[in-house]
C-alpha cells in the first residue's frame, strides 16, 4: 500500500515584475540581455533619447491594432474624448480626426511621451490656438 503525503507550503501573494527587473534580477551578464532590459523599462516610461526612439517606434508598430480596436467602437464627431497613456500621440491623431468637432485630450506619466505627443500633433495643437 501507498501513502501520499501532502505537504502544505503557503503561496505568498506577489506583485508580478516586469520583464525588465526579471531580466536585471536574473544575473546574466550577456550584453544583448543588458540592451533588451534597458528597451524593456522604456516601453514603460519612456526617458531620453532611447525613449523618443521606442515611443516612436510603438507608434509605427501599434498603429494596426490601434486602427482595428478603434473600428469596433463608436465615436461621433462631436465627442470629447480622453487617451489615458497617450504614448507618442498616435492615437490621439487618429481620435481627432474621427471626432473632428470635439476635442481629443491626452495624459501619460511619462513627460517624455507627452512631448513626444505634442510635437507629433503639433499641426492640430497650433490650429486650435
Known sequence: MTELHWRFQPVIARRRQ???NILARSGWKDPKIAIMSKVLKQCRKPKGLLGRLVARGMNFSHSQMTHWGLGLIWIRKDDTIL??????GATIRKLARIAA???VHGIDYSQE???ISRWANRRMIEAEC
Open 83 to 88: 487617451d489615458v497613456g497617450c504614448g507618442g
Open 18 to 20: 516586469p520583464a525588465h
Open 101 to 103: 468637432e470635439g476635442s
Open 113 to 115: 511621451s507627452v512631448r
